[in-house]
């Protein structure tokens, strides 16, 4: 079972900041935090991922808590284009091998 | 560049056929998955490999069967069609765990 804790769904206006939540409060100290976002049937597409510094990229910033315990996934300019389920993963690694395991995500709708 | 390319994309089986879902990237990635998405549900791991000649299970592996002769290709067997194998299946891939997962675009499969 995935082990991270997402509202299941959120609302933002378009040119707006989206703010998506995710607890992970069981996770140790050499797992990252993965984000994902799923739009409409596609695959997934891979956003950013971060271990304990807060993380940017063209896509995304990602705000990890001092304790780890939680994390914020952030849109600076939502746009109708960012309607989809984004999916927050502790990525396990084991023995060298990584899997990745998705909980139900958050469906977030960007509004005109 | 392709990235990971899944055929076919829609297929409709009969119970108790079988059939292989082919999966290949060309980005020399070493790992790569497969995962089956259900309606209205998160992504859940069947096998997955870090390697050619390396396999292992995830979450939800029976009916299936899986092979790694190859570090580019990864297909997916099903021995034995039941109802309970519709679903959208996704394979992906990743550079040894480093970074995202770069996922296909699907197989939407039918059992009837």
């Known amino acids: 079972d995935a082990k991270t804790t997402q509202p299941p769904s959120m609302d933002c206006a378009e040119g707006r900041a989206a703010n998506l939540p995710c607890n992970h409060s069981?996770?140790?100290?050499?797992?990252?935090v993965y984000w994902y976002r799923q739009i409409h049937s596609q695959g997934p597409q891979y956003i950013i991922h971060?271990?304990?510094n807060n993380e940017t990229n063209e896509m995304a910033s990602l705000i990890i808590t001092e304790d780890r315990k939680s994390s914020t996934l952030i849109l600076p300019h939502a746009t109708l284009r960012d309607t989809a389920v984004y999916y927050c993963?502790?990525?396990?690694?084991?023995?060298?091998?990584?899997?990745?395991?998705f909980g139900k995500g958050t469906k977030l709708t960007v509004n005109p | 560049n392709a990235g990971v390319t899944q055929t076919p994309k829609f297929q409709v089986l009969k119970t108790g056929q079988s059939m292989t879902l082919q999966c290949a990237q060309d980005m020399n990635h070493e790992y790569m998955s497969w995962y089956r998405q259900d309606p209205g549900m998160g992504l859940r791991l069947i096998h997955y490999s870090v390697g050619a000649g390396i396999t292992d299970q995830g979450e939800v592996p029976n009916g299936y069967n899986v092979s790694r002769s190859t570090t580019e290709d990864f297909p997916l067997r099903l021995l034995s069609a039941a109802p309970s194998q519709t679903s959208v299946y996704f394979c992906?891939?990743?550079?040894?765990?480093?970074?995202?997962?770069?996922f296909g675009s699907g197989t939407r499969l039918t059992v009837v």
């Open positions: 993963i502790e990525v396990l690694t084991q023995g060298g091998s990584e899997k990745l395991v």
């Open positions: 069981t996770i140790s100290g050499n797992e990252y």
């Open positions: 992906a891939s990743s550079l040894r765990g480093i970074g995202g997962y770069t």
């Open positions: 971060g271990l304990k």
